[in-house]
């Protein structure tokens, strides 16, 4: 854990992070990312050293796994792991054991990156991008996306048999134990105390025994993180909430297929995929950082990708496995210049704005920094 080693706080710390570049528009958005990091380490006196890892479509071709061997042990080796995006048309066809997506889950097994933080976040300056009321808008959206990320049915037992009668018939199995809903919960917590101070649980209690345990174990927490204010939301309430006022949440936590479901919609709120970040972490405060966006294949090699979601993926990793709050600072600050001067990438293009390339972009986050 950098926090450590670190003695003196700002003077010359050598951090290492794994570059997991990925497929499509992953290399481009990565490589501004990095442009911004080393801005960070020139100006607060860091020094980031980077190791490229292969996963994805692009460990496909060249080692014909999307998860090689000695990728989660470069990664461990590290301080965080920056990821741009796997996957895309090319790997399609993949046999289901081989396709970038597998590479994905095997990381965060292999890693115990059980939290996935996803903070949606609208932007004043780009509050038109919103598909929701301007009077729904008006009121605000900052929320943090706690989603369980290693357990419940994506990783629960599959089987698929054939019956006498009624054809083939599969099964997904979504477990959970005690431990596992209860350090997710820790987090929740723990992060609503930095923010807020109000945790919403969601779950489908009134039909599911792992959401009645999950349920359970949160009103025992709630009891324990008694300053922080606690409700339970059905999460087909949820779904209707986030779009009908987003403000209300400040933490939302949930299991992993709900939580895949609502980080989705509570971005798109938003407006701006181009502009979210994300942040899985283990036990410890190492982590794997990535834009919430994915691969994007049909923009990628164009220079046109917004890097945003990327660099503030990057300010995720400075404050949450770096422990830089002041450097995840500045970055957060010169993206909310860039965009007060009204420079924007073409997803997020409007009238009156001046549209710029992903190295562009870069480049300015760069010179405010
Ligand atoms: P996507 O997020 O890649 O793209 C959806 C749309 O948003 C596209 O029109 C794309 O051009 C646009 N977009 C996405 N990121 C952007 C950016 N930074 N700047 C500007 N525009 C951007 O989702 P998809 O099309 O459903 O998936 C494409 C591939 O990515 C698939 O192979 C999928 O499996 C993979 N994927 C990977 C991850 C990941 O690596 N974590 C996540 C989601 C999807």
């Avoid at 046999?95 to 292999?110: M, S, T, V």
């Avoid at 300053?227 to 400040?250: C, G, T």
């Avoid at 990327?310 to 422990?323: E, H």
Wanted: hydrophobic share 40%.
């Amino acid at each position: 854990k950098p926090g450590d080693w670190q003695n003196e706080r700002g003077t010359d710390m050598d951090y290492k992070i794994a570059l997991i570049r990925g497929d499509g528009i992953g290399p481009e958005v990565v490589g501004e990312a990095v442009k911004v990091l080393d801005k960070i380490g020139e100006r607060f006196g860091h020094t980031f050293t980077y190791t490229d890892v292969l996963l994805g479509g692009c460990a496909i071709d060249a080692c014909g796994t999307p998860f090689p061997d000695d990728t989660a042990e470069v990664c461990k080796a590290c301080d965080a792991v920056l990821l741009g995006a796997v996957g895309g048309p090319k790997w399609d066809t993949c046999p289901a054991d081989i396709r970038p997506e597998k590479g994905l889950l095997a990381i965060r097994k292999a890693l115990g990156l059980y939290a996935n933080l996803r903070p949606a976040i609208l932007r004043p300056a780009l509050a038109d991008a919103s598909p929701l009321k301007k009077e729904t808008v008006d009121k605000g959206i900052d929320l943090m996306m706690v989603r369980e990320l290693t357990g419940g049915i994506y990783f629960g037992k599959r089987e698929r048999y054939d019956t006498p009668d009624k054809g083939v018939e599969c099964t997904d199995l979504m477990a959970y134990s005690e431990m596992e809903i209860e350090r997710i919960g820790r987090r929740a917590f723990e992060l609503a105390r930095l923010r807020r101070k109000k945790v919403t649980s969601v779950d489908k209690a009134n039909v599911l025994e792992t959401s009645r345990l999950w349920r359970s174990v949160m009103h025992r927490l709630a009891e324990e993180y008694d300053d922080v204010e606690y409700a339970d939301m059905l999460v087909d309430n949820a779904a209707m909430q986030i779009v009908r006022d987003p403000s209300q949440f400040d933490v939302v936590v949930t299991e992993n297929m709900f939580g895949d479901i609502l980080s989705d919609e509570a971005s798109m709120v938003t407006g701006s995929i181009g502009m979210l970040s994300s942040a899985s972490l283990n036990e410890t405060s190492f982590g794997l950082y990535e834009p919430s966006h994915g691969s994007a294949p049909d923009i990628a090699g164009k220079n046109i990708a917004n890097p945003i979601a990327t660099v503030l993926s990057a300010a995720m990793m400075l404050r949450y496995s770096l422990d830089l709050d002041q450097e995840a600072d500045a970055v957060e600050a010169a993206v909310k210049k860039v965009l007060s001067d009204g420079y924007r990438t073409g997803d997020i293009m409007s009238e009156g704005c001046t549209q710029v390339s992903t190295t562009q972009m870069g480049d300015l986050l760069v010179e405010r920094l």
